[in-house]
């Protein structure tokens, strides 16, 4: 049986993260897995500290072969970074998004033929913010409860033959292109693991948190609306150089 090394590639989209990307990547080697396991990160000209902790990383961490490669906006970085996989699956992460526990992506590996998309819960890392921990919680409810799939880009796992056959990330959406990509998919062939992966709040400092759920029922809603998904709310803007 291939391991995961064989299977998997994790694409991550980053711009000025130097106060995230160093973890994000420790948490990613911390898993229990065999061989060398080969990071993306689709770089969009950082002009902080960022490509100094990730070459830091790529010394420190020997079971991760971590690649810079040009990003840009969100949907654009993603799709760039998946053009240098080789292997069967990606894994679309945020560069703020932390694996919590080691078998995070054995669980996954257990589940490869049978989804098409696969996520895990999320977890507010911010806990002394009661607010941002039930957040999180009402966003993985709503997630469960849509009868159509809904995987957010922190943990978004997908095959390389699916994301190819569905077009990739709309690269011309100004908000939730992973929404968007995700909904193609029968919530049949879409699973959620009672896994973790770890954010903090700052999304819903930027954006409340009450607006922050309001813009996930609104897709739904909206979801064969494409104008709705044109309409730049600001959500990445201090997260991707727009120049």
Not at 32 to 58: C, H, M, P, W
Not at 96 to 116: F, P, Q, T, W
Not at 165 to 193: A, H, M, Y
Not at 200 to 229: H, T
Request: overall charge positive; glycine content about 4%.
């Amino acid at each position: 049986m291939k391991t995961i090394t064989d299977l998997l590639t994790i694409i991550i989209p980053c711009y000025n993260e130097e106060n995230y990307i160093y973890n994000t990547l420790w948490k990613i080697s911390r898993q229990n897995f065999q061989g060398v396991l080969r990071v993306v990160i689709a770089d969009n000209n950082s002009t902080d500290k960022t490509l100094e902790y990730i070459s830091k990383a790529s010394e420190d961490f020997s079971n991760l072969q971590i690649e810079v490669v040009q990003g840009g906006k969100v949907g654009f970085a993603r799709n760039n970074g998946a053009t240098f996989v080789s292997t069967d699956y990606i894994l679309f992460m945020d560069a703020d998004s932390v694996l919590i526990g080691r078998n995070v992506l054995n669980e996954a590996h257990k589940n490869l033929n049978r989804y098409d998309i696969i996520s895990v819960k999320q977890k507010s890392l911010t806990t002394h913010d009661k607010k941002s921990i039930w957040t999180y919680k009402i966003l993985d409810w709503m997630r469960n409860i849509m009868p159509i799939t809904f995987c957010t880009g922190c943990f978004f796992l997908i095959s390389k033959k699916k994301f190819n056959e569905l077009g990739g990330f709309d690269e011309t959406l100004q908000n939730s292109e992973d929404f968007w990509l995700s909904k193609e998919v029968p919530k049949s062939r879409f699973k959620i693991l009672n896994e973790y992966i770890g954010q903090d709040n700052r999304r819903f400092l930027k954006f409340g948190y009450l607006n922050f759920l309001k813009i996930n029922l609104f897709n739904y809603f909206n979801y064969k609306n494409i104008k709705w998904f044109k309409k730049d709310l600001g959500y990445w803007r201090e997260y991707e150089q727009t120049d």
